[in-house]
Antibody, heavy 123, light 111 residues
Framework: QVQLVQSGAEVKKPGSSVQVSCKAS????????ISWVRQAPGQGLEWMGR????????NYAQKFQGRVTITADKSTGTAYMELSSLRSEDTAVYYC????????????????WGQGTLVTVSS | QSALTQPRSVSGSPGQSVTISCTGT?????????VSWYQQHPGKAPKLMIY???KRPSGVPDRFSGSKSGNTASLTISGLQAEDEADYYC???????????FGTGTKVTVL
């Protein structure tokens, strides 16, 4: 059973940074990519970027280039998303999801999702 | 990269069929057979319903089907049920630079 378990809710000041973690079970890190998707209150889904741990490849959506950093600790099976220079518009639920890559195939979809982490940016 | 265009809402009575469109460009929907669809109930994480335009993951009812013509993909829900009331999002691969782009989302209401 694949599970993605994310860290808890955060409240941050404008201009600061936040790091959200996502611990994966199963063979996720050895065969799949992990993407990060966010959803502002009442808004749609927005893809932020992905990491392919087994290949040490990271890609970011143009909108977040320079402000987001996605990393992975292969020893613990945990992915991280850090967003800097936070502003009120970054208030959202941040999801990690398995997909965007799978070894031996083309997996441009997200089959398992974390429970989401609410990040609130407020002064 | 702009979001894919979906209707804001669609509705239908139980047992009816509804179709949600997802319009992109030749750089995303029209260029690849990598369109996926997600169902999201309030306060919940999205759930994969369709991938690679027409494929259904194990456990997803066969009432859900996907198709694509040109730059527009579609999700059809046949035999609408009360539990199908949710938000639905399409997503498409958009090449090695942009990678993934989501649709604007559609609220499905069961009357």
């Amino acid at each position: 059973q694949v599970q993605l378990v994310q860290s808890g809710a955060e409240v941050k000041k404008p201009g600061s940074s936040v790091q959200v973690s996502c611990k994966a079970s199963g063979d996720t890190f050895s065969s799949y990519g992990i993407s990060w998707v966010r959803q502002a209150p009442g808004q749609g889904l927005e893809w932020m970027g992905r990491i392919i741990p087994i290949r040490d490849i990271v890609n970011y959506a143009q909108k977040f280039q320079g402000r987001v950093t996605i990393t992975a600790d292969k020893s613990t099976g945990t992915a991280y998303m850090e967003l800097s220079s936070l502003r009120s518009e970054d208030t959202a639920v941040y999801y990690c999801a398995r997909g965007g890559y799978c070894s031996g195939g083309s997996c441009y979809h997200f089959d398992y999702w974390g429970q989401g982490t609410l990040v609130t940016v407020s002064s | 990269q702009s979001a894919l265009t979906q209707p804001r809402s669609v509705s239908g009575s139980p047992g009816q069929s509804v179709t949600i469109s997802c319009t992109g460009t030749s750089s995303d929907v029209g260029g690849y057979n990598y369109v996926s669809w997600y169902q999201q109930h309030p306060g919940k994480a999205p759930k994969l319903m369709i991938y690679d335009v027409t494929k259904r993951p194990s456990g997803v009812p066969d009432r859900f089907s996907g198709s694509k013509s040109g730059n527009t993909a579609s999700l059809t829900i046949s035999g609408l049920q009360a539990e199908d009331e949710a938000d639905y999002y399409c997503c498409s691969y958009a090449g090695t630079y942009t990678l993934e782009v989501f649709g604007t989302g559609t609220k499905v209401t069961v009357l």
